[in-house]
């Protein structure tokens, strides 16, 4: 069963093109750490805004709220964000990667940069150059990211999904930059590869990667925020990955 029970917390700026959140530890306490990211959205360049919901207790209720921090963006306008965290470097610290599908007139690319090493406030040693991996399409309603392991090199991959909105039904389209050095940078980058979607106009879209299985065959789940008719629904596809669905070589 599902509680009327939320959690608040003050958002980050006026206007947003994209959001994302990720669970992590950064500090000594067993409790799970928060971070939720914002693609802020004001006059001019845009910028990630995060803050970190410290220590949540079984309710998802944290004991505090950190204070605003900030990434510097990689564009002027976004048609989805998403945060993923992860280990990148030898360092036992956690990395975070900012991701904006960015969306210049013309084709959009997923731009992205690192944030290596946060301490136990979510602050991070360095901030790393903007990557750009290509996009899948002109328009889009949404994107996600999640780190990933996907083939024999136990450095990590990272999975980058748009809701893709042509005329007519969308698309989960996806691309996997593959084996990510310390700074963030892929070995290749593979794709695009393309599911159905769920429905022909989005506000937001997300995806996770877990594994459900003894074959080791990692499963996506897809998800689109559908809004259909002034009616918005969570819409949600899972799906296994394989060699032949997703062809990394």
Do not use: C
Not at 5 to 19: K, Q
Not at 128 to 149: C, F, H, M, W, Y
Not at 229 to 240: D, L
């Amino acid at each position: 069963a599902v509680s009327d029970f939320f959690v608040d917390v003050p958002g980050l700026g006026h206007s947003g093109e994209g959001a994302g959140a990720a669970l992590t530890n950064l500090d000594d306490d067993p409790r799970p750490d928060l971070i939720l990211m914002a693609y802020d959205a004001p006059d001019g360049a845009n910028s990630f805004r995060y803050v970190v919901a410290q220590n949540l207790d079984a309710n998802g209720s944290p004991t505090q709220v950190s204070a605003l921090m900030e990434v510097p963006g990689v564009g002027h306008l976004g048609d989805g964000a998403g945060l993923a965290v992860g280990q990148l470097d030898n360092d036992s610290r956690p990395d975070a990667i900012f991701m904006a599908y960015d969306a210049p007139s013309g084709a959009n690319e997923f731009r992205f940069k690192v944030a290596l090493n946060l301490d136990g406030r979510g602050m991070a040693d360095r901030i790393g150059d903007s990557i750009v991996v290509p996009g899948t399409g002109n328009e889009g309603d949404g994107a996600g990211i999640a780190l990933a392991q996907l083939d024999g090199d136990p450095r990590p991959d990272l999975v980058l999904l748009s809701y893709d909105a042509p005329d007519g039904a969308n698309e989960f389209r996806y691309r996997v930059a593959l084996n990510l050095d310390q700074t963030g940078r892929p070995a290749r980058v593979a794709g695009p590869f393309v599911v159905p979607g769920v429905g022909h106009d989005g506000d937001g879209a997300g995806m996770a990667v877990f594994q459900t299985n003894a074959a080791g065959n990692p499963t996506f789940l897809v998800m689109a925020y559908d809004a259909l008719n002034g009616r918005t629904e969570f819409r949600y596809r899972a799906f296994e990955v394989s060699a032949s669905s997703t062809p990394l070589r």
